[in-house]
Every structure is written in structure tokens, then in C-alpha cells.
């Protein structure tokens, strides 16, 4: 049985911009929005607008809880996705080469790959979330559950930019509670994990069949690899993964070899270019729609790296 994090209290007092390690307290300004343990391991769960309240503030609507439950192997049913949501999205939206910003977010990403995920969350099943593996500031997981009320997404970074607790780190974290809290009404429900990925995927911390995984976390080639094949028990039988800044060759290499080991039959694949214009797919995007599949099955060879 999977261990749980220790519950941590919600704190709702007013904020005051600032982060104090040693009380375990991150608090933004100007949002109203107050987390407890920021740190790694702590877990924050946004539900839905409707549930979103501050007894001491009217103004308030969102609130940080720590502590989400892990995933027992009961409770991982298979998802339903049944036909190829990537492939009809980008063909319905002429690949997105028209898209515009959908939010108000620095990041690393472009229109075309923000409004890719959110039309893919869009067509998630009930049963089945959306997975995104480093979130940085929060560009690409707001983009994807802005108005997609009752989806289901889940994000996971451990800021280690520099330092997880001085510097860019803590400023990227910083920025990703504000930016949650601004389009909190906007947003489906967002489970958000502090954490690495490997604890996240080891600790069995995603509670639905993942419909959709866009992994945009350590790029090296080991972690790459490591993405693809922790990931792959938690998918649906069917699912979309999509893989960021496909121009990098290791990366290429690495999922490709990730997707093979990870026994995920590829029934259809596209490699989306970029040249990190906003007009472009960034730093490109590799997409796949995958099928689990038994040791003994054939699996189709991924794109040559």
C-alpha cells in the first residue's frame, strides 16, 4: 500500500507576499490566496468554482489543500478514450495555425501548443484526467483546464530552477499559486503535485486513468525515458501523449526508446515543428496516440530519432 502525505491545515489568512520556510507558509499578494507547505511532497487540490470559499473573505474563491490522497491499485480503473481526440482536434482546427494566447502567462510555449491542450482536455471522458509534467509558471496546465469546468487535471514540478527554495525556483512557484488563483474561476479542477516526478509516479499519487499526458519536465535523457515509462501504468488504455521541445534530439531519442520499453503500441503519431515563434509549435511538439498493449504484441517503431 502506498504511503499518504501527512495532512497539512489550509490557510485562508490574508496574504503578504512573502514565503516563510521555516513556518512551512507561502502566501501570495494581491490574490487573497494563502497555501500551507509549499515544499516539496505538499500537494494543492483546486475544485471547481462552485466549491471555492474563504469563510473570512468574500473575495476569496480559491483554496490550496495539502495532502491527496495516493492512488491504490484498486482504484486505477481503465479509461474509455475510444477514438483518436489528437488527431480529430488538430484536423477540426486546421492545426491551430490561427490560435491565439488563451491566458496572460510568461512561459516557454506558444498559442498553437496552449489550444492543442485545451481542446484535448476538452474532449477528455469523465473518467480520465489530464497530466502535465512540468508546469513552470503555469502557461500550459491553466491553458489546458481554462473553461473546462469538472475536467480533471493534474500538474507536477519540483521548481528546480537554480534552487526548489531560493531564486528562480521559488519565484516560478510564487508566480504559479498567483497565476492559479487569477483564473481560478475559470479553471476545471486542478490537482497539483510539488514534487518530482518519479515520487509522483513511485507514490502512486494520480487517482484516475491519465487520458492525456503532456510531459514537459527534466530533459535529460534519463528523465525523458524515466517519463515515459513510469507514466504508462497510469494511462488509459487508450490516451494522447505529447512530448515538449521535440526538437532536441535526445529528447527524440529518449521517448522513443521510453515508448518501446513501456510496451505502448503507437496506432498514430505527428511531429509538430517550431522555431520557438509564438506562430510556431515553440521548440516542437511530438504527439502520439498510444495502446497499451501485452509484452508479446508487436509495437509499431516510434519516429526514427
Same mark, same amino acid.
Given at each position: 500500500m ?23 507558509r ?19 487540490? @483546486?475544485?471547481g ?27 486505477? +480503473? ?6 483518436n ?12 495555425? +490561427? ?9 516557454l ?8 491542450l485545451?481542446?484535448?482536455?476538452s474532449? @477528455? ?12 509558471? #503555469? ?26 527554495t531560493? #531564486? ?19 479553471? #476545471? ?24 499526458? /503532456? ?27 505529447a512530448?515538449?521541445?521535440?526538437n532536441?534530439p535526445?529528447?527524440?531519442?529518449a ?27 515553440w521548440?516542437?511538439?511530438g504527439?502520439? /496516440? ?12 516510434? /519516429?526514427?530519432?
Amino acid at each position: 500500500m502506498n504511503p499518504r502525505l501527512p495532512a497539512a491545515p489550509r490557510c485562508l489568512a490574508p496574504a503578504t507576499d512573502q514565503c516563510d520556510q521555516a513556518t512551512q507558509r507561502c502566501e501570495i499578494a494581491a490574490t487573497g490566496l494563502t497555501g500551507a507547505a509549499p515544499n516539496e511532497g505538499a500537494s494543492w487540490a @483546486l475544485r471547481g468554482p462552485q466549491q471555492w470559499h474563504d469563510p473570512c473573505d468574500a473575495r476569496v474563491r480559491v483554496s490550496l489543500v495539502i495532502g491527496a490522497p495516493p492512488l491504490s491499485a484498486a482504484r486505477l +480503473a481503465r479509461g474509455t478514450m475510444k477514438v483518436n481526440i489528437a488527431k480529430a482536434v488538430l484536423e477540426e482546427h486546421r492545426y491551430f495555425v +490561427a490560435a491565439r494566447p488563451l491566458v496572460n502567462i510568461d512561459g516557454l510555449s506558444s498559442p498553437r501548443v496552449c489550444n492543442f491542450l485545451n481542446r484535448l482536455v476538452s474532449r @477528455l471522458d469523465a473518467d480520465e484526467c489530464y497530466l502535465e509534467i512540468g508546469t513552470y509558471k #503555469g502557461l500550459t496546465l491553466i491553458s489546458a483546464a481554462l473553461d473546462n469546468l469538472g475536467k480533471k487535471c493534474v500538474g507536477c514540478d519540483k521548481f528546480r530552477l537554480i534552487s526548489s527554495t531560493t #531564486g528562480i525556483g521559488v519565484m516560478a512557484k510564487r508566480a504559479l499559486m498567483s497565476n492559479l488563483a487569477r483564473y481560478g474561476g475559470r479553471l #476545471g479542477d486542478i490537482a497539483f503535485h510539488h514534487t518530482t516526478s518519479r515520487r509522483l509516479f513511485a507514490r502512486g499519487l494520480i487517482d484516475m486513468p491519465v487520458g492525456v499526458y /503532456f510531459y514537459d519536465g527534466d530533459h535529460s535523457r534519463a528523465g525523458t525515458y524515466h517519463g515515459m515509462v513510469a507514466a504508462a501504468p497510469y494511462l488509459s488504455e487508450r490516451a494522447v501523449v505529447a512530448v515538449d521541445d521535440w526538437n532536441d534530439p535526445t529528447i527524440r531519442r529518449a521517448a522513443a526508446r521510453g515508448l518501446r520499453d513501456a510496451q505502448l503500441r503507437i496506432l498514430w503519431q505527428r511531429e509538430l515543428h517550431g522555431d520557438h515563434s509564438l506562430g510556431t509549435w515553440w521548440n516542437g511538439l511530438g504527439v502520439f /496516440f498510444v495502446e497499451k498493449s501485452p509484452e508479446d504484441k508487436e509495437i509499431e517503431a516510434p /519516429f526514427a530519432p
